[in-house]
Nanobody
Framework: QVQLVESGGGLVQPGGSLRLSCTASGMIFSLYTMGWYRQTPGKQRELVAVITGVGSTTYGDSMKERFTIARDNAKNTVYLQMNNLKSEDTAVYFC????????????WGQGTQVTVSA
């Protein structure tokens, strides 16, 4: 019964900041690569950022300048710090956990809405 619980989404003005959190349970958190993805209606889910169990990070195109992914293995939590938000960042943001081992399923959170609007 793996569960990913997200928080931190909401309405923010352009140029503002948000910090998303995703807390995992039911798994050995440190063994999973954690990631954030986002999706808008009519578009494919897009990689935002990924962080391995030992802290190596990968960012989607044009994400690294404004977004930062981090994790706290002691708290089973992954974060996404989002700065200088733009209207184009409006999307549902999803937390993902991926063991990257054959036969072991990955998991998704429920998604949290981020809306950037004046």
């Amino acid at each position: 019964q793996v569960q990913l619980v997200e928080s931190g989404g909401g309405l923010v003005q352009p140029g503002g900041s948000l910090r998303l959190s995703c807390t995992a349970s039911g798994m050995i958190f440190s063994l999973y690569t954690m990631g954030w993805y986002r999706q808008t209606p009519g578009k494919q889910r897009e990689l935002v950022a990924v962080i391995t169990g030992v802290g190596s990070t990968t960012y989607g195109d044009s994400m690294k300048e404004r977004f930062t992914i981090a994790r706290d293995n002691a708290k089973n939590t992954v974060y996404l710090q989002m700065n200088n938000l733009k209207s184009e960042d409006t999307a549902v943001y999803f937390c993902n956990a991926d063991r990257s081992v054959f036969g072991i399923a990955g998991y998704w959170g429920q998604g949290t809405q981020v809306t950037v609007s004046a």
